[in-house]
């Protein structure tokens, strides 16, 4: 009987679940809301008799869970996550092997991101990777001699605090001029909106139906790419604090591949232009010339493929 | 009988051998001056001389080498050093294991200290570190999970280079604002001098007889005990950049320990007390409580002992 590996993406929106194969290759899988409003155990059990119900349940060798949060992955226990306010010190492993009798593996969000693109964008044919997922944070994980990194205490990869500015942006996490105040999705709202005031320039506005609430990373984009200036600024400035974010990286860690993924790595040429450029300007030629930069094609997917990759191995 | 490797640490102005035995404990050692002006074949021929005659050499079962420049650790090339401007495209590996028959294994000296400071400061006890190098350049070298990590083309750990100030001072890189230009030794003394006469205060002069040139990273440090306000400052200056450096170090690798070694490493308590403070500001808390900074005991044989211990593992 084949061997599968199931994958749970537990966000605070929306609860991806898909079985995959020893190669990531997705044979099942679902998508369920999150009820944020109930316990823990509640959802853990719904998520259980879920599963228990798919086609391939019964080849599923070991589960793995990925989510946003402070997670202790060796205990299994999701500390703290910001999109999940009740969930506190929740024994995910320990839960779930009594209810699954299976094995159970719990990273957080940027890990499993990590492992799913080294599946599903590099069929796991590189050695040494940094994902660096860009959307309302930035994160960042690490595959190092084929294997994922974590760190001394879980926490490796980090690359949204790095400081692009020593006396930039306060940061929530209380560094100044991290990486994240800078190309995280609402610093580039909060900035267009600034920028259509100083220069009288409203374009963004009207292709957000004139409702500052819907303006996002994507309408930026749109703006840019019909020549908008104030779009066109945002996107230059944020790509000077990328570029600079992933020289360190490529100097630091001389990685085969980098992959963007998140919901901003999906932006416009305006972006990623100058970024490139700027990058071979500020890193290493060597380190360069061995590093490539791509943009993940299964932004939506990683995580939960990433879960299930987690669990085997 | 008792198993012991060999390390070379050949710099531009000596050349250190050590024997250690399987702790990397020192057995025996000694130092020759590097005679830059003659042929690369020449000063190898040397060394196999001279270690052939260590009392030791007969339980010597690896070799390792250690060099600054850019080396092919696959090869044992060293394609380039700064320091040795006759050697270029050396096969150190192949002329050494020819001349002697053992096994040779050669890397940069930042990676040599990185594993001198794993075994002699950390007695191999480590998981995580990062080995930070603060002399006339700054580099880096870094163990994780208790494997020398070299990247994919050998240039992993430049964190020299590391941008600490967006538009700052030009670096012989190619960037703007590496750490290297803001704590590397020259650039210490280059801002102390401007600052004595901007201050008009040159205290530091005198320490240093009254002749600029023997204005060092030990003088300055000496100024600053002494209470001299330019001193503290240029250490000020110089530890906040340190300190963004680290903080960017845990924050990404998450190290149980990061070493400091290299002639700046023995700065005045007015460089430290800083670092330290402000680290804690930037960097996340549980990375920073399970990191410890620590100044290497020693330095001068981090390098030779290190090269000893890569050639064992």
């Not at 997670?71 to 839960?95: A, I, M, T, Y």
């Not at 994902?131 to 949204?160: D, F, H, P, Q, R």
Request: positive net charge; proline residues 2%.
């Amino acid at each position: 009987m084949a061997k599968f590996y199931l994958g749970v993406d537990l966000g605070g929106t929306q609860i991806k679940i898909a079985v995959v194969d020893d190669k990531a290759v997705i044979m099942e899988e679902f998508v369920m809301d999150t009820d944020i409003q109930v316990k823990p155990i509640k959802i853990i059990k719904d998520i259980v008799s879920k599963i228990k119900n798919m086609k391939y349940y019964k080849n599923v060798k070991t589960i793995g869970i990925g989510i946003a949060g402070d997670v202790d992955s060796v205990k299994g226990v999701l500390r703290f996550s910001p999109n999940l306010p009740n969930w506190k010190n929740v024994q995910l492993k320990k839960e779930m092997e009594k209810l699954t009798n299976k094995k159970i593996f719990v990273d957080n969000d940027a890990n499993t991101a990590c492992v799913g693109a080294y599946w599903l964008d590099l069929e796991g044919k590189a050695t040494n990777i940094v994902c660096v997922t860009l959307g309302t944070g930035v994160g960042g994980g690490m595959i190092l001699n084929k294997k994922l990194y974590t760190g001394t205490s879980g926490t490796a990869g980090e690359i949204g605090h790095i400081t692009v500015e020593p006396n930039g942006n306060k940061c929530n996490c209380g560094n100044k001029g991290c990486a994240e105040t800078y190309i995280g999705a609402k610093y580039l709202v909060k900035r267009a909106l600034h920028l259509m005031r100083e220069h009288n320039s409203y374009n963004i506005l009207k292709l957000a139906g004139n409702d500052k609430c819907k303006i996002t990373p994507q309408i930026l984009s749109l703006a840019a790419s019909k020549g908008d200036e104030v779009a066109k600024i945002v996107w230059a400035e944020a790509g000077e604090k990328l570029a600079i974010l992933l020289a360190d990286i490529i100097n630091f860690i001389n990685p085969d591949h980098i992959v963007l993924c998140g919901g901003i790595s999906k932006a416009c040429n305006a972006f990623y232009k100058p970024v490139y450029k700027q990058i071979k300007q500020r890193a290493f030629k060597s380190a360069v010339d061995s590093c490539q930069i791509i943009v993940s094609k299964y932004t939506n997917k990683l995580g939960v493929a990433g879960a299930a990759m987690l669990a085997k191995n």
